[in-house]
């Protein structure tokens, strides 16, 4: 695969703007706030920014329960500032995406308030109505924790609506062509600001039809497919990247023939990175590997550890989601929905080399990796807090009042700073970490500048080798000139490396072992948690 796109060979970086700078001290980050930080994110070595939803909300759920697509929330600045972050985000050789949330609209809406009172609105029919609860009842719930159907009766509407997340988020009604434009609108009003395109959020669900379980439909497709010929006609440098949270076989249609999405997460790697290390065993990561579907020349997929969300295990089976939850989840607390409420960092106990080893295998596999903010400095998570606010806390910048986050009185802070504990803000910041070489950022950078050396290691062609030792995850990547081998040891104990009679010379390892490689050695032995990279001399 040539890289002629720019997603395709890229860091991206997932920022949620309440909980990363605010630059008034109201004690709530903003716009201004990201722009102000532009030269951090830069020197991460980021080339797009993800924005979490910025438009106005009740804050039901993150800002995913919008309740005017057309506007910044006011806490967070105004258009204004939006259009100044684009174009300084621009300035800094970096992308930025925004949240376009296809699926439904908060109950708040201006649409759903006119629509419940007013039934020949022409709102009305910009959401699903019925007068019984007992269509579709082949589609799951999601929030298993809070829902207890997808139907909610509507006093108002004396009718059921549909709502495939929480009851204040009323699903749009996709069979109607108003809604259907209305948020091809949508798009038009932010991309027109100069934006790179949008993460798509909850894509799978848009349709629904009786008796299927009302996911990945092809009338889905079918439109999703529209969303991209407006970027391919109107905006042709603009991405669109998938939430579809699916089995590989499920999740490889929203790419299409390189006609619907550009890029896809791919949720079912995720969880098998974890379990790979819990296991000291990487068969998961090959298996889910080998099942994945090749991908259009003009796709990527999305890579991740974590995000804003539960660490979600719903691409595992039963056995192993059981297994997740009792090895990453022993508190009651840690559980949300079919997934873990932690961070990065403190589901490796704070281990900065596992840490380390977990983006190393990312790094060297194919995709685009996206890294969570606060990810880069292994920031911790409060698991005391409601939903999934404890993975949402404010960015660490410093161990000065509320963590160099904002100058407000702490208890006006959006979310509270982490100020107990290992991963207190006065041992995890981003100003500590900054001078050390051995730090977590640092050895990050490192391994994002040599990713970018070496930038085939994007591409879609790889193969696993020393499959025999299941404890070391062996990853041959290639292009045209030069040959790299992955070597990541899942295992706590030292594990013997065979290179076999190759002429080679060590690229990078976990700089904080000690790594005996003499390059005429056809054996060498991996610490416990480290990895290396080697260049065969072919
Ligand atoms: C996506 C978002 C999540 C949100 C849900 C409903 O899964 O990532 O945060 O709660 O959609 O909008
Ligand atoms: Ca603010």
């Not at 909300?57 to 972050?85: A, C, E, N, R, V």
């Not at 629509?115 to 020949?120: S, Y």
């Not at 065993?281 to 804003?308: V, Y």
């Not at 930038?455 to 879609?460: A, E, G, Y």
Request: hydrophobic residues 35%; aromatic residues 12%.
């Amino acid at each position: 695969m040539g890289f002629s796109k720019w997603y395709q060979n890229a860091i991206f970086y997932e920022i949620n703007t309440r909980t990363f700078y605010d630059s008034n001290n109201d004690g709530i980050g903003d716009l201004k706030g990201i722009t102000l930080k532009l030269d951090y994110i830069k020197s991460l070595g980021v080339d797009c920014i993800w924005l979490l939803p910025i438009y106005p909300s009740p804050l039901k759920d993150g800002g995913y329960d919008i309740s005017d697509f057309y506007d910044i929330h006011p806490d967070l600045g105004t258009i204004d500032d939006f259009k100044k972050l684009v174009d300084e985000t621009h300035k800094h050789g970096m992308h930025i995406i925004a949240d376009l949330v296809v699926n439904h609209t908060s109950d708040q809406c201006e649409w759903f308030l006119e629509a419940q009172t007013d039934k020949i609105s022409p709102y009305h029919d910009y959401y699903v109505w019925s007068e019984t609860d007992q269509k579709y009842q082949d589609a799951r719930i999601i929030f298993v924790d809070t829902e207890k159907s997808n139907w909610s009766w509507n006093e108002k509407a004396g009718k059921y609506y549909w709502h495939r997340f929480y009851t204040c988020q009323p699903d749009l009604n996709y069979d109607n062509p108003a809604v259907q434009e209305e948020m091809k609108n949508i798009m038009r009003f932010w991309l027109d600001m100069g934006i790179d395109g949008f993460r798509a959020d909850a894509v799978p669900y848009l349709y629904q039809r009786e008796g299927t379980n009302c996911e990945n439909l092809p009338e889905t497709h079918a439109y999703l497919k529209e969303l991209r010929q407006l970027i391919d006609q109107e905006y042709p440098e603009c991405i669109l990247l998938a939430e579809a949270n699916q089995w590989p076989h499920d999740l490889r249609p929203y790419l299409g023939d390189g006609d619907e999405f550009h890029m896809a997460f791919h949720f079912p790697l995720m969880p098998r990175i974890y379990m790979s290390v819990a296991l000291g065993d990487g068969t998961s990561i090959m298996e889910i590997m080998e099942k994945t579907p090749a991908i259009p020349e003009n796709c990527q997929w999305c890579t991740f550890l974590r995000n804003h969300d539960e660490l979600t295990l719903e691409m595992v089976t039963d056995a192993e989601r059981k297994f997740m939850w009792e090895k990453y989840a022993p508190d009651d607390r840690m559980r949300l929905n079919l997934g873990i409420r932690r961070r990065l960092a403190p589901l490796m106990d704070g281990n900065i080399n596992k840490i380390e080893l977990l983006y190393a295998i990312l790094f060297s596999l194919p995709g685009t990796p996206i890294i969570y903010y606060g990810d880069e400095i292994g920031m911790g998570d409060n698991i005391w807090l409601n939903d999934r606010d404890g993975v949402r806390t404010p960015m660490q910048w410093s161990d000065d009042i509320n963590a160099g986050f904002s100058a407000a009185d702490s208890n006006r802070l959006f979310l509270p700073v982490i100020d107990k504990g290992d991963f207190s803000f006065h041992h995890i910041n981003v100003a500590s970490q900054a001078d050390k070489q051995d730090s977590l950022i640092n050895r990050l950078k490192q391994l994002i500048k040599i990713r970018k050396e070496f930038n085939f290691l994007s591409s879609q062609s790889y193969e696993f080798i020393n499959r025999e030792n299941v404890g070391v995850l062996s990853i041959l990547r290639w292009n045209e000139t030069h040959s790299l081998l992955c070597f990541h040891n899942l295992t706590a104990k030292a594990q013997e490396v065979n290179i076999g009679e190759e002429d080679y010379v060590l690229i990078h390892s976990s700089p904080g072992m000690k790594l005996n490689i003499n390059p005429l050695d056809e054996l060498f032995s991996l610490p416990a948690y480290a990895y290396a990279w080697i260049k065969l001399r072919r």
